[in-house]
Every structure is written in C-alpha cells, then in structure tokens.
C-alpha cells in the first residue's frame, strides 16, 4: 500500500455566518485502518467530513487526499479521488431502484448499457462483502439497513477507496450495527481507509484501531486502540457531567391505561395490540429501535391521530376512567395530557413565531390572557419571563425573538416548560435528548425525574437504551409495532437487546 | 347520428393538440421539481409570436411555429432566472408571468396592430384515396402535419424521461435534488434547461391555438387552457402518453359544443362555454378519490433548492 | 438583515421595476418627460385625486380579501370570480326590489358578501376535504363566474333601452352616495373593513391562532387550536370581503352591472397582499399607489393609445423584481464576498 496518509487534513476552519462549525481541526487516516471519529453533537464531526467529501469549502486550513494537496470542487471532485461519504440523511431517490440509484451517481455509457453494467458491478461488490441485495425494488421499499448497503456500495464503484460513515449505526439494531461495522472492517483489511463518525463510545472501541475525539470544532486528540472509555468520554465532553439519579420511586394509582391499540394507517410500522398502564409517580420507558411503530404510538398517545382500534383510557384523581380514545388534542389537554414530541421543528414550536407566544398557546384558551376578542401581548410576555428563569433557558435577547434563534437544547427546555406549565397528570416524551449537548440532556432528565417526585405518569419512548435505564422504573420494549417484552428497573441489559431484536 | 359522430370526432385532434403539448411541456419543467403555473402566459406569448411571425414572414407556417417555441422559451428564462437562480416563490412567480405575459401580448398585440387580422393557417395533408374513405378518411387522414407529429413527441418525451440517462438525472432532481447534487449533478442547470424546454413545448401550444386552429390572434384568447393543462397534469400523473390521453378527453368536450350547435340542438350558448372548466372540476374531483391526489407528484416539486454552500 | 434595510431593498426594487416599466413605455412611444408629467398632474389635480380615491377602495378591498386567505395559507386566485358573484347578487336585490328603499344599499352589501362567500366556499371544502389544489379551484370558478355574468348581461338583465350589455342603471338609493363633494362613502366602508381585519388579525385570539396555523399547522392541531374552524373563517372572511368590492364598483362608481368591471382587480389584489406582506394597513397604502397607478395607466389609455393592460404588465414587473430581491435580503452572505 502507498506509504502516504490516505487522508491528512491539518488546520480546517469553516464558519457559517457567525456560526464556527469547525476552527483548528485536523485528521490524518492511513491506509487500511478504521479510524473513529468521536464526539458529542455539534462537535463539528460532519462538519469536518463535508468538507473531505467535497461539500464544504473550508475557509482555511490544508486537505491532502493520498499525498496530494487539493482544494475540492464539489462532491464530484472528491467522488474523482476516491473519497466516498455514506451520510446519515442517505442521498437515495426513493422511487429509484439500487441500479437506477447507482446509476445517478456513476453515469456509463447509454442508459440500458448503463443499467447493465451497474448491475453487474453492484452484484460483484455484494458478493464480495456478502450482501443480498434486490437491485430493481424501489430503494424506499427497502429497509434502513438494505438502503444503507445500497449507498456503500454506490461509493465502491465510483471507485471509492477512503470511505466516510456518519453515524452509520445510529438507525439500525445493535446487531445489523455489528454485521455493518464487520464488513467495514473487512474493507479496511483489504486496504481501503474507513473514516467513522460515531458518538457511540462501545462502537468505537470494538472496531476502531484509531480514534480522534473532536469537541466544540476542533481536535481535542487522537488515540490509539484500548484507551478507556472513561478517558475517551471525558475528552468527548470536557468536563465531568453528573447524571441526575433516579431514587427509590413511590408510584402511586394507575393513571394511564393502553389496551390493545391497533393502528393500520402506516406501511412501515403498524401496532399491534400495544398494552400497557402507567401509575402515577412512575417513568415507564419504551424501548426500541427508531421505525418500529414509536412514532404513531406517540402520535395515537398525544391525540393528534386517533387508533384504528383500541383504547386509551385516563384515570382522574378520585377514580373516574375517561375514554380518550378518539384523536382530539383538545379533550387530552383538558384531561392533563402533555407531550413532548421527537420532532421538536415540525410538532412542538412554530419557529418563525417569537418565544412569547410559543408559550401561551398552551394557556390562551383559558382566558388567562385575555378573551377571545383581545389577546394581551403583556400579561403572557410577564408568565413567559417567569417560565424562562424557571427553566434556565439560555440565549433569549428578548422574548419577542422568533424561537426558532434558540439552540436545541434551550427550545427543548422552553417545550417542556410549556408543557409542565399545564400541571399535566400525564406526559408522553418522545426522544426528548435527542441532538442535545449533554449539559442540556441533564437538564432534562432532571426535569422528568422532578415531574416523576410530583406525581406524574410518564411515557418515555426512546431509541436511546442508556436513557432509558437511567431514568426508568419499568421498561417496555417495542418491536414490529407490539411491545414484545416488560422489564422493571433493574433489567438486564442483554435481556432487552435480545429483545429489541428478538422477534421480527 | 353518425355524420354527427364522425365530424365531432374528427374535431378532436386539433382541439386535443394545445393540451397535450401544454400538459407534456409542464411535465418537462415538473418532473424536475419545478411548478410551472405560467403555463396560460407561456401559451399567450406562443399564440402571439405565432401570428406576428406568420404576418411578417409572409405566411410561412413553419416559422410562425418556431418563433411560437422561441419566444415561449425566451419568456421562460425570465421565470427560470427568478425560481431557479433567486429562489423565488414559485406560486407568485408563476402568477407574476401569467400576468406578465397578459399585458405584454396586449401591448405588443395592439401596437404591432396583430390583433385581429385573419390568416389562411396550415393547410390539411391529402391522403390522396385514404383521405376519401368515408368515417375512417375525416377521421384519421385529413389533418394538419402538426397532429401527426403530436402523438411522435409525446411518446419521445416519455422516453427521454422513462429511458436515458438525462431523464433519469432530470426526475431525480425531481424527486430528491439533495440526492442529486450528492450523485454530483448541477441541480440548478438541469432545473433551469427543464424550465425553457418545457416553455418550447408550451410555446408551441399556443401557437398552433393561434395560427392552426383560430387563425387569428385575439388578446386572451388561450382562456384559461394553459391553468386546465395544470390540472391535466396532475390528472396525468405527471406522465406524458397518459397526459396525452387526458388531452383528448377535453378536446372531445371541447369539440362538443360547436357540434351540439351546429346540429341545431338548443342550448344556453354561455352555460356551453363553461364546460371545459366544469370538465376540469370533475377530472380533479375523480381524481381525489381515485387516489391520494398529489402522492405521485415529483416528491420536490415547487420546493426551491438550496444547498447550504458551494459558493 | 435588519428591517430598514430589507425596506430599502423593496423599495430598490420597486424603483427597479418602474424604470424597466418606464422603458418599455418609452418603446412604445411614451417619451419619459410625458410620463413624468402624467403622474404630477394625477397627483395635481383634484378631480384625479378623486378619481384615485375612488379607485382605491375596491382596491383596498380586494387587496385585503386577498391578504386574509394568504394568511391562512389559502391561495384565493378567485377574487374576480367572488366579484363577480358580488356584483351579480347586489344586482339582484336591485332590480328585483327587494326589501324597502332605505334599507335596500344594505341588503344589497350583505348579498354581495353572502355571495363571495358562497363561491369560494367550494374550493375550500375540496381543498380541505379532498386536497385539491385551490389554485386552480378558484381559477377556473372565475371563468365560469365570467360566463354566468355574460349569460345575464347578454340575456335577462340587458338593458331594454340601450341593449348594451349592461343591465339598467340602480336607482339613487342603491348608489353608495358622495358625501360632500369628494368623501366617496365607499370608502368608509373600506375603513371599516380595514379596522375589522386589523382587529381579527392582530388582536382577536382567532389572530393569534392563525399565526400559528399559518408558521406551523400540526403544532397548532397538537396544542388543541381548532384549526378547521380558524381557517375556515379567514377563507370566508376573504370570499366576504372580495365579494363586496364586487358591490362597491357597480354601486360606487359605475352605477349598474357591467362586462368588465372586475377584469385585473384579481391579480392586483394578489401584488397588493404580496407587497403589503398580507397586513392589512400597509395593504391599504399599498392599494392606494396602486390606484394612482391605475388612473395614470386610464389617461395614457385616453391620450397615448396605451392599452390598459399596460398596467397589469407593470405590477407583474413591480412583483418579479421586488420577489427577486428578496433573495438579496435572505442571502447577503453572497454579497459580501
């Protein structure tokens, strides 16, 4: 193999407007070695790879490609020297198939020659790292993990021989994530450099021969195999973050009831006779990889979608069983239903509205802040300022700012602030840490455990397994729409895993 | 009855022909991801142009055609400068050169002194003996070279799209342009060349309205055919041969009225007009229940793409 | 980009799009001074002021009906078809007499509102019901509007003493008087509906919800805000509101139901609502320029044999080079380097 670096990248610096994605971070990969690259969200690690795949510019700093300097033109130019970028977004036509994918991005010839030819490319690559791949079904028929292989082996023939992963096992189930990482490694054998970018601390000691940990856009420092996980965390975060503990619980009556809900309306993922009750006082955690029905369980449970059949029963103070099963946002509210919804930009704040109002929709139909005919601007910018502090909210120049200026963690603080606001009974959290700093994730798993003190339900539906057994006190795993298994607080890690996979 | 069946039919094809080349125009500019509602402007121009063309050329029909296509397509680069390079709205863009395209043909139509001046139009192809067979010969072999040549071009643009490698880098700027411009193609070019393209097709459209079918330019006289062709669109799921089809189908209600008339069959002469446009409410009616309307529409189509660097 | 300068930048644009305007009237044989001329004695003379204060208020009306259904993300390309039907249905009270004289000019509003209601109640329910596309619903209801107008106009309604195609003239209590000699009375009714929409808009709870229906309908729908019904009052009010401009010209200014009078109020109720940003007060200015434009595109009609459409062409460049500057403001990044 050649003696050069594969990839070397020394000094990158890239801003967005004021934003600095990436200031001082550097790289080297040699040939044939996976190569990690670890660190929390908003640590500039795709930032980084973008740049090596020919999709950002960098505003200074050096790129070398198997010895050579270049400054990449685009995506097509990187494709040119062999660097392949698999992104977490996969750039896939769902309604084209594999070949036609393929295709796109490696034009030969005429477009029946083409097809032919990929196809036999396509097959000879799968072979060779055994895959088994449909190549003319529609890639958005296929599943997360056949789409993913579709686009390794789009990058293997366009002649890719550094490829780049970016958060390649964040959608699939612990054990497609270890076939997956054992055909990269397999690549590697073979002489390809593998660039990986996880924030995953066991993937990366498992498979990767080096690693580079990146923090708040640049290079903390690069480490060799067998560094503690500790020691790797600790450069990943900085500094020592205490995790909330969850204490001795004191759950009281049953508050939610879910019996056997049926839900036909998605292709991807149906329910299946989901039972399960919540008491008061208690978090009851759902487990389960992303895609297996989390989403309309959420959907059915927050009332904006009502079951194809089923019920939904919630229990008031003093013993009453109320009926919910209908989807009607309203009459949950009025029962003390809060959610908190996993997609934060599209459900749970309107970004082009100023903060101030993302909180008092929850509260305007009361009258609280005015009648119907006058709505008062002053009286809910006074309850906003106080939910603010309350809730340590950062960033916030004026309550009026659109909401959508403030960072993931500080929006998130502001829905669930909202959403407490409501003196719920009951809460459906979906994903609630997803894409936040670690700091603001304390924040909110703080906040959960306080509402779990005062008495309220909560449904934690993640795809995050450490979350899940930090904060719950009984655990549900979800799978093809059904939860297939319970554990209480003290379950055995291997015992869900195998469950999550179990049964398909 | 049958004197009546085979003259109504024998009307359909060039009534059919400016929707079917408007609707396979859009097809080209949608299935790239790009709304074209400047379709009623594009056709007016084409309209105008045909017959300013034909007047001042001395009565080539040929010409009047072309320059039917070119000035379509020279008024599409203002739309495809504002949607594909600015990022425009595409509703109020289209909107804009709909109304744009209006009061230009108007002016120009007036001071050039256009309007209203009567041309002999294309002639009709003989046949020779199959041109004199009875049903079979008005129906099939009397018609203008431009319907031949329509069925031709709506099967080419099938092709081009269904079967060669620029269609497919075409739909999937279309479908998912972030995947496009990962695969290495310049989504803004292909956006851009699939507007004026479509505009030819559009163009063309209304200048057989002009020079072929009325003979005569009038100001507004596309009539709200370039919106139907919109609809027609849609109705065709974004495919050409089944747009074509579609095309038919309202020429055939469109061939209808003046037919009825001329049988001496009584009806409210303005109520009669308006049913293009009621034919349009049923086809877009039929076709909310026969599916999810828009579920087959170009997944990206009217979202402006912009990737967030390369500059 | 701070608010003055996006301001600047419109109005850059603006300028832009006027002195494109300016050219083409200078190829058609307008020489730029007479132009410049045109527009001072518009504005010098009182009887042309009049006249564009009395342009102004279907203007204003339309400019807002268009405003409110943009707000609730509801394209009403159907004003002109709602205009139509406005002016049909206060034609009707009028010459069937219904109701007493003195209350007659008020029925005749309410029916024109009814009216506008009614035609743009069906391409809402398709497009909330069936998810069709109101661009074309509404688009297509004006041409069919257009033809049940002519039906009338050419048949039961046309004038027996003249046989224009006109219907025969209202009598004095159904005009919309002049009060002194220069406040058109329709243009209270314009005030009014301009307070009206400010105050569902900005200040009534209904407002508050239709912004967030407008920035993000499913949060809206998840936070119990009744969508539907929002909705469903901001696309009426617009049909309602549309269809009284279409009672305000034939009662107002032209003083029976003609051919024509709502042809390009359609469109520039969609550039003013586009300019204004859909705010009602500054959708009144705006209708006002518009307006003045309007008389100086009927005196070069008179003096210069400009046809009329003139005017359409130089709003659709006024909104192509004001929508394309836009880009400017959101991208300055580009501008910079």
New interface residues.
Partial sequence: MDNALALEMAGIRKN??SFRALDDASLDVRWGEVHAILGENGAGKSSLM?VAAG???PDGGLLRINGQACDLT???DA?ARSVG?I?Q????????SAV??V???N?RG???Q?LAEIGREINKHAKALGFDLDLHRPVGLLSVAEQQRVEIIKTLVAGARILILDEPTAVLTDEEGAKLLRTISDLAQRGAAIVLVTHKLRDVQTFADRVTVMRGGRTIATLNRGTSSDELATLAVGTKIVAPQRGDGKPGVERLIVRDLHDESSDQSRLRQVTFTVRSGEIYGIAGVGGNGQTELADIL???RAPSSGHVEAVLPGGARVDLSSGN??R??DFGFA?V?ADRQ????????SIV?NYA??H??TGRF??????KRAAAREATSVALRDADVQGVRSASQRVGLLSGGNAQKLVMAREFSRAPKIIIVHSPSRGLDVRACAAIHRRLLNAREEGVAVVLISEDLDEILSLSDRIGVMTAGRIVAEFDASGDRQAIGRAMVGHV | MNDFLVTWIASIPALALPYALASVGLIVSERAGVLSLGAEGLMLVGALAGVGAYLTTDGSAFVAIVASMVAAGLVSVLFAVLVVWLRVNQVIAGLALVFFCQGLTNLVGTLADWSNRAIPGIAELNFGFLSDLPVVGPILFRHDVLIYLLVPVCFSVHYFLS???Y???L??VG??P????????NVSRVRFWAVVAGALLVGSAGGYLSVVSAKIWVAGMTSGRGWIAVALVIFARWKPVQALAGAILFGAVEALIPQLNAAGVKLPQYYLLMTPYVATFVVMIWQAFRERSDADGP?SLGQPYIR???T | MPVWARALVSLAAVMFGLAVSAIILALAGVAPSSLVTEFGSTLADPESLKAVLSQSVPLILVGIAASVAFRARFWNLGLEGQMIMGGIAAAAISIHQVGAESIRIELMALAAMFAGIAWIALPMALKYLLRINEIIATLLLNYIAQYALYDLLFGAWKDPTDSFPHSGPFSAAERLPVIGDWLQSGLLVALLVVAATF?LLQ???????L??IY??A?????????TGRIVAIAVLASGAIAGLAGFVIPSGIEGRLTQGYFEGYGFSGVLIAFLAQNNPLSASVVAILVAILFVVGQSLQIFYQIPFSMVQLIQAIIVMCVAGADFFVRHR?ILQR
Avoid: C
């Fill in positions: 967005f407007g973008n999709l950002y510019s685009g995506p097509r494709m970028m992104h977004h996969f750039k896939l036509v769902k309604r084209f036609q994918n295709l796109l991005a034009p005429s477009y029946r083409g927050s009332g904006s946002p309203r949950r509210i959610a919804p599209g459900q749970a704040i309107a970004s082009s509205v109002d929709i929850a305007v139909h005015g009648p119907w005919w006058r709505f | 079967s060669t490698t269609g497919l880098k739909k999937a479908e998912n972030d995947a496009a411009d990962a695969a290495g193609i997944a967030e660097e390369r | 105050w200040i009534s709870r209904a407002g508050f919800y912004r967030f920035a993000n499913t949060m809206a729908h998840r936070m119990g805000v009744p990044l």
